[in-house]
């Protein structure tokens, strides 16, 4: 009996990685997320991803495919195109999609949102956007016709950084749950404290527009400090239906 | 051109033909309507003309604009409406009146700026169809009136279905009071039960003006739709916060002073 329950329980923690936000099936081979706990009960779809490996080739950073995860970036399918943009394509969150003429070039990243491609980038302003990102856990689903996040490249001392999360946090309302309690964080690295971010997210009630300011993290001096931004929602909020778009912006300071 | 704008030039080209009309076609009001509850103030702002087409059918339009404050003083929530009317007396006898009231308002996006950031709201839409049946007993007159409201906001929807008594009681030569009590049933998801009450003086200043004080209570809060708050209180389906929430879920009360221009 005692034996029953520990193999079940083995069973369910085992299908609970394997559900948890796409995780589970990346084809790109970067690593898979363990499932974060949801101390709520189970009325958000939690997405964790974002990690950047970068070298410097040939005078440009090079973020890394198969080590790089984008933000926030979730699909129901693998080899998603994702397309690459200059500048900031939403200087106005309003717009529709970025102008096709600062289309730099597309490339393809797996379900949990792992580079499949290079991104050799010159030291600028980009504008990754992807479409129809849908996250499931279970019954749950989230989904967002589309997510766009603006970065920058840049040098600091001669040496390239960038603003793309080396780990992004969301949890957001599952489709048809209430949308207080979600929240947004990610962290950059430390050189991007004091840099501008936004949130904006778009749904068929309204938008939300947020602006934060990177900060030290963690508050006291530490080894390891970066960056940090956290968004957090009001308390109260309508039930979410399917999310129309969702930009995320990292400026440098 | 900016709709307050218009309907600015249109309230003045409307006053200033008011005195061309035949008796009483044309009125023109401003209203400003205000309220300090707990620390949370709120600031309306309306213009509204009517125009009588025949002697049972009178239309109307109006524009408002709202704004409401939190404790901290940074926080606020502001909208503006426009709403179209139409009033029409189904019977009239000696003492009898039965008339029906069609009132649509499409409220603009809601904006609350509060220190997380700037949440917008999609404009609802409030549709109110009430019945008013009045009697004149010598000197007073008193009445029922009965609406129903349905409120569109985005993925949201309610309902709100009101019964108000309403009484003139004597009226003087230059002023008149009126007295409503109602109670109302707002269904959105669950039904909840709210009750308001209102009293108005209405004085006549000189030839063609009027002015109008009144208050309004509302022990439990306003209801979604069918009183003169609808146009914020219809956001509260969106759970905006405090900033909208509280006009509906605490006790609350408001002042308002309406001047009307007329031909007379």
Known sequence: ?????????????????????????????GAVQPPPTDPSGG????????????????????????????????????????ELYRGDGFANPRTDTPPSSSLIRTFRVSRDGTLLDNLELE????????????????????????????????????????????????????????????YVRFRSHLSAVGGQCLFFMERANGTVTMTKQFEFWPPSPASSTHANVSFESLPGGPELEPVQRIVVKAFKP | ?????????????????????????????????????EGRTLWVNEQLVTLRVDARTQVEVGWQRFVAKG??????????????????????????????????????????????????????????TSLLSLQHDGKRTTGYRLSYSRTHAGTEAADTIGLSFVVFPA???????????????????????????????????GRGLHAK????????????????????????????GSLVENWRDRPAGILSLQITTSTD
């Not at chain 1, 083995?10 to 790109?28: E, H, K, M, P, S």
């Not at chain 1, 990102?133 to 989904?143: P, S, W």
Request: net charge positive; with cysteine; charged share 20%.
């Open chain 2, 171 to 205: 009226r003087a030569a230059r002023w008149q009071v009126q007295l409503e009590g109602g109670l109302y049933a707002d269904r959105h998801g669950d039904t909840h039960y709210r009750s308001v009450f209102g009293a108005t003086i209405s004085s006549r200043l």
């Open chain 2, 71 to 128: 404790r901290v003083r940074t926080n606020r929530f502001s909208t503006s409406s426009r709403w179209y009317g139409l009033q029409h007396v189904l019977r009239q006898d000696n003492d009898r009146q039965l008339s029906l009231s069609l009132r649509r308002l499409e409220a603009s996006e809601g904006t609350a700026d509060v220190a997380e950031g700037l949440f917008t709201y999609t404009a609802p839409r409030i549709d109110t």
């Open chain 1, 123 to 182: 030291e600028r302003r980009y504008t990754v956007v992807a479409t129809n990102i849908e996250a499931r856990q279970g019954q749950k689903r989230f989904r967002s016709n589309l997510i766009a996040f603006v970065f920058d490249v840049y040098k600091v001392n001669g040496v390239f950084q960038t603003t793309l999360p080396e780990a992004f946090e969301a949890r957001f309302p599952a489709i048809g749950y209430a949308i207080e309690d979600s």
């Open chain 1, 43 to 82: 009325r958000f779809i939690v997405i964790e991803n974002g990690r950047v490996q970068t070298e410097e080739k040939n005078g440009k950073l090079v973020i890394k495919a198969d080590e790089s995860q984008l933000p926030g970036m979730v699909f129901s399918q693998d080899a998603v195109q994702v």
């Open chain 1, 1 to 29: 009996m005692r034996r029953n329950a520990v193999l079940n329980g083995l069973v369910i923690l085992a299908a609970a990685a394997f559900v948890i936000t796409g995780n589970g099936c990346g084809g790109g081979g």
């Open chain 2, 1 to 37: 051109m900016r709709l307050p704008v218009v309907a600015a030039i249109l309230s003045v080209l409307l006053a200033a033909s008011v005195r061309a009309q035949p008796a009483d076609n044309v009125r023109v009001s401003t209203i400003w309507r205000g309220a300090e509850v």
């Open chain 2, 213 to 240: 004080l009144g208050v309004t209570f509302a022990p439990r809060g306003f209801p979604t739709a069918g009183t003169s708050l609808e146009a914020l209180t219809a956001f509260s389906l969106y759970r905006p």
